[in-house]
């Protein structure tokens, strides 16, 4: 044969032989029973990693039309459309179909918190990766499955995620970047129960605008046996951030973990409120155990006082009705340090925004210090500086553009996994601290349910 006519047919089979290895490592989603509308906030933005072609595996019903909804609105909005291709495949045995026929690498799952587990278990059990929205488990028994997943996944080499979208908050990210900055922050505090050394709150409202419409949520999400109470559900974000800011790269065992205290409370929703949030006029019966007097009682708020390596941490959510005018859901967070205090507010003297402060405990050049921090950091946090309020705090300045908002975050946290699945990896401490997170809120409902 001519030499050089083999030389260009071996190019052209090496060519060819990496073509479907280019097209099998580009993630291809299975959205499945996307019952909360976090589905549809992954699919806002597009990616060039991920296949425009995503098949959705569900119940029929008012929920994954919703969802349907949304992702076709992404597509037809005037600026930044998205261009995503929507297989449907409704049906009862939607788990079983899915798993079956597996048209995707990675399942994509929001919706359920009480059968979510076992949509993981048997996701990894299929070989598929996940990407999840939290909270992962809800009680005890999810725990103990969690764990299972995670020893399934490591021997078949598999992504198990979770969505920790509050990572990408603008102001906890510098709040985090200047905790790390001994001559700005010192050492984190041991703290006290009373005052923790690192302490976070989420206010949550359940009547809420989500893509510029009146969020319609389905009756389950009240009901916490589906849902899972508030101690570990949003809640799971806080823990998280505990974990990311106070401990950053370091692995948490089960055992740095000492739940101190606990407690759990009910938000009540009138008949007209609770019409307003789900478009019904009465209550589903599996609804009727929570009400009283005509008046549906939810178990959505929670607090946890604990240890996390010896240092003294307080989360606590609380769901309202509805946000006053003008404002929305608000986070407040405070790091104790041995030089200074990080303190992010988000009340009505900051415009219901969520605004740092850093404030001096004392020492030379204090000011200069915190400049040059805020120097270092400009390479991922472009233009902020700190504004001089007292002798002893600053406000953080923020650019504008730097605050992209919640529903932007799910793009963030979406390519964040995109760099994983192309390592192959998660970072060395992601599944050992996940595993810790959800023991952390566990214990603490266990412990909770027993006042």
Not at 163 to 169: D, G, N, P, S
Not at 196 to 205: R, T
Not at 286 to 314: F, P, Q
Request: aromatic share 10%; net charge negative; hydrophobic share 35%.
């Amino acid at each position: 044969m001519n030499t050089k006519y083999f030389y260009w047919i071996a190019i052209a089979v090496f060519i060819m032989g990496c073509k479907p290895k280019e097209e099998n490592a580009k993630v291809k989603l299975m959205t499945l029973d996307p019952g909360h509308f976090h589905a549809a906030l992954i699919q806002k933005t597009s990616y060039q990693d991920i296949d425009t072609t995503v098949d959705v595996y569900a119940p029929d019903g008012p929920e994954v039309k919703d969802f349907l909804s949304k992702i076709q609105g992404y597509n037809n909005r005037a600026e930044n459309p998205t261009n995503w291709t929507v297989n449907t495949h409704l049906s009862e045995d939607y788990l079983e179909k899915m798993i079956t026929e597996k048209p995707g690498n990675v399942m994509v799952v929001s919706g359920k918190n009480s059968k979510k587990i076992d949509y993981v278990l048997a996701a990894v059990n299929a070989g598929l990766n996940v990407y999840a929205d939290k909270p992962l488990v809800v009680n005890q028994e999810g725990f103990e499955k969690l764990q299972k997943v995670f020893e399934i996944a490591k021997e078949k080499n598999l992504l198990v995620y979770d969505i920790m979208t509050e990572r990408f908050e603008v102001t906890t990210g510098i709040q985090k970047a200047l905790s790390m900055k001994s001559e700005v922050f010192g050492m984190l505090l041991d703290g006290t129960p009373s005052e923790p050394s690192i302490s976070k709150e989420s206010v949550h409202h359940l009547s809420k605008i989500v893509s510029g419409k009146p969020l319609v949520r389905p009756a389950w999400f009240l009901d916490t046996n589906q849902q899972g109470e508030g101690i570990v559900d949003v809640t799971t974000h806080l823990v998280d951030l505990v974990q990311w800011e106070a401990f950053p790269g370091q692995i948490i065992d089960q055992s740095d973990i000492k739940i101190i205290s606990c407690k759990r409370w009910t938000t009540s929703l009138a008949p007209d409120q609770f019409k307003n949030i789900t478009g019904l006029a009465n209550y589903p019966e599996y609804l009727e155990k929570d009400v009283k007097s005509d008046t549906l009682n939810i178990y959505c708020n929670g607090e946890i006082n604990y240890t996390i390596k010896g240092k003294h941490a307080k989360v606590s959510v609380i769901w309202n009705y509805k946000a006053p005018e003008g404002t929305g859901d608000t986070h407040q967070s405070i790091m104790r340090g041995s030089k200074s205090d990080l303190i992010i507010e988000q009340g009505d003297a900051e415009n219901y925004k969520p605004t740092l402060y850093v404030v001096s405990k004392g020492g030379e050049n204090f000011e200069s210090n915190l400049n040059k921090a805020l120097e270092s950091i400009q390479g991922e946090y472009p233009g902020i500086e700190a504004n001089k309020i007292s002798d002893s705090k600053w406000k953080i300045l923020i650019p504008e553009v730097l605050k992209i908002g919640h529903e932007a975050h799910f793009g963030q946290v979406t390519d964040n996994y995109l760099k994983y699945y192309r390592d192959g990896q998660l970072p060395a401490w992601e599944v050992p601290n996940m595993i810790t997170k959800y023991y952390t809120t566990t214990q603490a409902y266990k412990k909770a349910l027993k006042k």
